[in-house]
């Protein structure tokens, strides 16, 4: 048997991990993101309303994360490299399906349910590996392997406006299930990792594979709560940024620019955020909340810029504001995961990975499909941007309920507090502040 190392590599095959998990990251999200593109096209074809067609990456978005538990629990009892693979057939097979849908009920099916059924088996076992080869530099590598949401939105989104011109919807989508094949040998390469603190045994009992008593800690049930805020408006421009261009006046390609800038925006400050968190300089609670509450700042902005005038204007203003969201949302989301080993412990992240997407699918499933519905009731996307902020800003407020996520001056423990690993939130650093009595004083405070 192979002896189990003394904590995590923080590098070696780490980084192929984090490698594959960018391409899933890319394959997952990253898609989902342009597939808003595609749904003008959706709704003329079919001749139903913005709402309706919402409904399409609203519930293949809510597919993926509600089912997100059942990737982590499979993970845990079989490893995730056959779990990730086989949700890479899956992904695939629903875009083939969805390219001869007949109605919005197959595409329903098709991208709804058994491509969202596939995303859900890719993304948190995936994710979960990863964060389990890092320590020291665990948020940088999470942050790299998140960039390739804004990576694949750089690449698909003028890629897949080519193909809708060129070949239709219809093979556009046929040719993106032969792209999110490439999900099947991402999963070949994570490869399993036994660290000290694993079970002896993965557990049989499902509640216990789900990792439903994670709720009894008082943290991850805060960061839970307003994680689930935050999702009723994070997805809500993956789904109808593109369309809030084009009703903004911008064109086909233009429109595609605004989610690109968004799209470089995000994937660069996941980086630079990945990085400066792992320095220590301010706890992943404070940055989860000063970024949270900027990205719902930066949906505002967007939500009120007003329209192009005319037809050779590039929509410099959209392109700023969407550029601002891009870098707010791209700092918030390494935060989100990073911050769950200090919660949960590493041998738990999997888990609550999978709970913290099943969490967020409830704004995800209701978000997309309000926002079509303000857009159908007002005649255009400012309503709905204004909501969706106003839901981040509010997740936000709730993460200030974390330990750490606000300054302040209080006694401090006479222990020291356990390293992330075991499953409390980071170390503290002591600062003794002395009274005029000199050295000899025992009131130590933590500020």
């Known amino acids: 048997m192979t002896p189990k190392p003394a904590g995590p590599p923080d590098g070696g095959w780490g980084w192929v991990v984090a490698a594959a998990a960018f391409a899933v990251n890319g394959l997952s999200y990253g898609l989902l993101r342009s597939?808003?593109?595609?749904?003008?096209?959706?709704?003329?074809?079919?001749?139903?309303?913005?709402?309706?067609?919402?409904?399409?990456?609203?519930?293949?978005?809510?597919?993926?994360?509600?089912?997100?538990?059942?990737?982590?629990?499979?993970?845990?009892?079989?490893?995730?490299r056959p779990v990730v693979m086989v949700g890479g057939v899956l992904t695939s097979l629903g875009f083939v399906f969805s390219a001869f849908a007949q109605s919005l009920l197959h595409l329903y099916l098709g991208l709804g349910l058994l491509a969202g059924s596939g995303w859900a088996l890719v993304f948190a076992p995936a994710l979960g590996t990863l964060s389990r080869y890092f320590s020291r530099r665990r948020v940088l590598a999470v942050g790299l392997a998140l960039t390739g949401n804004g990576a694949s939105s750089l690449l698909l989104a003028p890629a897949l406006q080519l193909l809708l011109d060129t070949f239709g919807w219809r093979g556009a989508l046929l040719l993106l299930g032969a792209v999110t094949l490439h999900l099947t040998p991402c999963g070949a390469l994570l490869r399993p990792l036994a660290l000290p603190g694993d079970p002896a045994a993965p557990p049989r009992?499902?509640?216990?594979?789900?990792?439903?008593?994670?709720?009894?800690?008082?943290?991850?049930?805060?960061?839970?709560?307003?994680?689930?805020?935050?999702?009723?408006?994070?997805?809500?421009?993956?789904?109808?940024?593109?369309?809030?261009?084009?009703?903004?006046?911008?064109?086909?390609?233009?429109?595609?620019?605004?989610?690109?800038?968004?799209?470089?925006?995000?994937?660069?400050?996941?980086?630079?955020?990945?990085?400066?968190?792992?320095?220590?300089?301010?706890?992943?609670?404070?940055?989860?909340?000063?970024?949270?509450?900027?990205?719902?700042?930066?949906?505002?902005?967007?939500?009120?810029?007003?329209?192009?005038?005319?037809?050779?204007?590039?929509?410099g203003a959209l392109l700023a504001a969407s550029g601002a969201y891009g870098l707010s949302a791209g700092s918030y989301a390494p935060l989100v995961f990073g911050v769950l080993p200090g919660l949960v412990g590493i041998g738990g992240v999997v888990q609550a990975t999978g709970l913290v997407m099943m969490l967020m699918s409830l704004g995800g499933l209701l978000g997309p499909p309000l926002s079509g519905f303000l857009r159908d009731e007002t005649g255009d996307f400012t309503a709905s941007f204004l909501v969706c902020g106003s839901f981040i800003l509010s997740g936000s407020f709730i993460y200030m309920g974390l330990p750490r996520a606000l300054p302040s001056c209080r006694p401090a423990s006479p222990t020291a507090t356990p390293p992330p690993e075991t499953g409390e939130l980071l170390r503290v650093p002591q600062v003794a502040l002395l009274p005029p009595g000199g050295p000899h004083s025992t009131l130590d405070t933590t500020c």
């Open 35 to 80: 597939l808003g593109l595609a749904l003008p096209d959706l709704a003329e074809h079919f001749d139903r309303s913005a709402q309706d067609t919402a409904w399409v990456s609203a519930l293949a978005l809510a597919m993926q994360q509600a089912a997100s538990p059942v990737g982590s629990a499979l993970s845990t009892r079989w490893g995730a």
């Open 205 to 315: 009992n499902p509640l216990a594979a789900l990792g439903l008593g994670l709720f009894k800690r008082r943290a991850f049930s805060v960061f839970a709560l307003g994680t689930a805020l935050v999702g009723g408006g994070y997805f809500v421009p993956y789904v109808h940024l593109a369309p809030h261009a084009l009703d903004r006046g911008l064109g086909g390609y233009r429109a595609a620019l605004v989610v690109a800038v968004a799209a470089v925006g995000d994937a660069g400050a996941r980086l630079v955020c990945g990085w400066l968190a792992d320095q220590g300089w301010v706890p992943l609670p404070r940055l989860l909340t000063v970024f949270g509450a900027l990205t719902g700042l930066g949906l505002l902005a967007v939500g009120l810029v007003p329209a192009v005038g005319s037809d050779d204007d590039w929509g």
